[in-house]
């Protein structure tokens, strides 16, 4: 059976200093972190006393999330989320964090919702001319940029995600394999697939894996506590298991009143498999 570390979105906890919020994360049992330091530490990365968070969490920080639109329709937002994303590559370095990570975006601009045109060849290649800069900046500083698809932005499914890799063919580039966010009402009985998909493309560049479970309510995709839904993740952690890869296992948007219980749940489906 593998090793697997699993974290939590740190502002899932909730908004706290560094100290409190790394004594809150052992708390619940978790390995480590995926932190966004304006929604976990109310500051943005410039104000962030890196030294201060280095110390508190003591290298459980697995991935700074630094997510912005690369396809934003104002050209000036694209440049923002560029030069954040650029300073937190910066204090990943000074923190000894492997990984930055972001989503691609929509045309629709805020919020980064469906429309047809994200999906086109045209809305890509401005993706991959994006995250060419910030592959240029990371190497420098020995990080990886970790890109995550989406079923509603330009990287929307495995293979698009897999050619971007390939494309890109960049020793810093490395993926978040989320399957909740591939999914719609149409294709989320064929989650399985969809993993199965993702590491048969990408294994050797999965570097964490987000875990969510969901229901259908109103004909929508609804995210509830892990174990509470319909994701299968006795297959999950099967097919992970055949995958040789051990990847961080990260709770994103899991409610708080539900981390307990949804951990308990993965580390009950770890103990099984391992048996």
Request: proline share 3%; glycine share 6%; with cysteine.
């Amino acid at each position: 059976m593998g090793t697997y570390k699993i974290g939590v979105r740190a502002h899932d906890i909730g908004k706290l200093s560094a100290h409190d919020l790394a004594n809150a994360v052992k708390s619940f049992g978790f390995d480590g972190v995926q932190l966004v330091f304006p929604k976990a530490l109310g500051k943005n990365v410039l104000d962030v006393n890196l030294y201060e968070v280095k110390s508190s969490f003591n290298d459980s920080i697995m991935l700074l999330g630094a997510y912005f639109n690369m396809i934003h329709p104002d050209s000036s937002e694209i440049h923002k989320g560029i030069d954040n994303f650029i300073n937190n590559i910066h204090a990943a370095n000074k923190l000894n964090v492997k990984y930055v990570a972001t989503e691609t975006g929509s045309l629709m601009g805020s919020p980064w919702g469906y429309v047809p045109e994200n999906h086109s060849d045209e809305s890509f290649n401005k993706v991959k001319v994006v995250t060419k800069k910030l592959l240029e900046v990371a190497e420098e500083y020995n990080v990886n940029v970790l890109i995550e698809g989406a079923f509603a932005h330009t990287i929307y499914s495995p293979q698009r995600l897999h050619q971007l890799v390939t494309e890109l063919n960049h020793p810093n580039l490395d993926v978040i394999i989320d399957v909740y966010n591939f999914l719609n009402i149409d294709n989320h009985l064929s989650h399985v697939e969809i993993l199965k998909d993702s590491l048969k493309l990408l294994k050797d560049h999965i570097k964490v894996i987000h875990l969510k479970d969901y229901i259908v309510e109103d004909n929508k995709l609804k995210q509830v506590g892990l174990g509470k839904g319909i994701m299968n993740y006795k297959k999950t952690f099967e097919l992970l298991e055949e995958c040789h890869n051990s990847p961080y296992l990260v709770f994103e948007g899991v409610n708080k009143e539900d981390l307990t219980s949804s951990l308990a749940f993965i580390n009950d489906i770890i103990k099984k498999e391992g048996e």
